[in-house]
Antibody
Framework: EVQLVESGGGLVQPGGSLKLSCAAS????????MNWVRQAPGKGLEWVSG????????VYADSVKGRFTISRDNAKNSLYLQMNSLRPDDTALYFC??????????????WGQGILVTVSS | QSVLTQPPSASAAPGQRVTISCSGI????????ISWYQHLPGTAPKLLIF???QRPSGVPDRFSGSKSGNSASLAISGLQSEDEGAYYC???????????FGGGTKVTVL
């Protein structure tokens, strides 16, 4: 059974940093791209970032480019999102999402339950 | 404002059919396949359709997807009460070099 479990969320002040983690199991982790998707309160889904199976290609939404860094450790079956210079509009439920192929695309077949990040003073 | 455009709401009676549209442009829907997701409150989003018209195993054939030009649609036939929730379309966008979602459509079973 595929499982994706996010951790590391919480309350942080504007300008602060936070690192999210996603532990994956139940599939051959290094055969697939991985992504982060978020949902702000009362809003729709927003793709944040994705990377290929080997981290050879990394892409970001314009809204987070230069502030967020996605990474993965295939030896640990883990995905990360380092979030710096956080703003109140980064407040959202962050989902870890598995891609369908080696490369990032607009398709995600498994999702975690999400982890809440709140940016507020 | 979302890159892909969906109607905010749709509704139909139990057993009826509802169709949700998803409008984009050449760099996203016009050039790539579409995926659709069901998102119920308090749960993880669920993949309903990938590669525009393919269903993952376990998704009932009541759900179907199609695309024409820069627009796509999701049809739900034989509507059931458990189908109530939000539905999102998604695609890759070559100009943005990233994934894009629609704003979501809330489906209500009357």
């Amino acid at each position: 059974e595929v499982q994706l479990v996010e951790s590391g969320g919480g309350l942080v002040q504007p300008g602060g940093s936070l690192k999210l983690s996603c532990a994956a199991s139940g599939f051959t982790y290094d055969d697939y791209a991985m992504n982060w998707v978020r949902q702000a309160p009362g809003k729709g889904l927003e793709w944040v970032s994705g990377l290929t199976w080997n981290s050879g290609t990394i892409v970001y939404a314009d809204s987070v480019k230069g502030r967020f860094t996605i990474s993965r450790d295939n030896a640990k079956n883990s995905l990360y999102l380092q979030m710096n210079s956080l703003r109140p509009d980064d407040t959202a439920l962050y989902f870890c999402a598995k891609g369908l192929t080696l490369h990032p695309s607009g398709a995600f077949d498994y999702w975690g339950q999400g982890i809440l990040v709140t940016v507020s003073s | 404002q979302s890159v892909l455009t969906q109607p905010p709401s749709a509704s139909a009676a139990p057993g009826q059919r509802v169709t949700i549209s998803c409008s984009g442009i050449t760099s996203n829907i016009g050039s790539h396949t579409i995926s659709w997701y069901q998102h119920l409150p308090g749960t993880a989003p669920k993949l309903l359709i990938f590669s525009t018209n393919q269903r993952p195993s376990g998704v009932p054939d009541r759900f179907s997807g199609s695309k024409s030009g820069n627009s796509a649609s999701l049809a739900i036939s034989g509507l059931q009460s458990e189908d109530e929730g939000a539905y999102y379309c998604a695609a890759w966008d070559d100009s943005l070099n990233g994934g894009v979602f629609g704003g979501g459509t809330k489906v209500t079973v009357l």
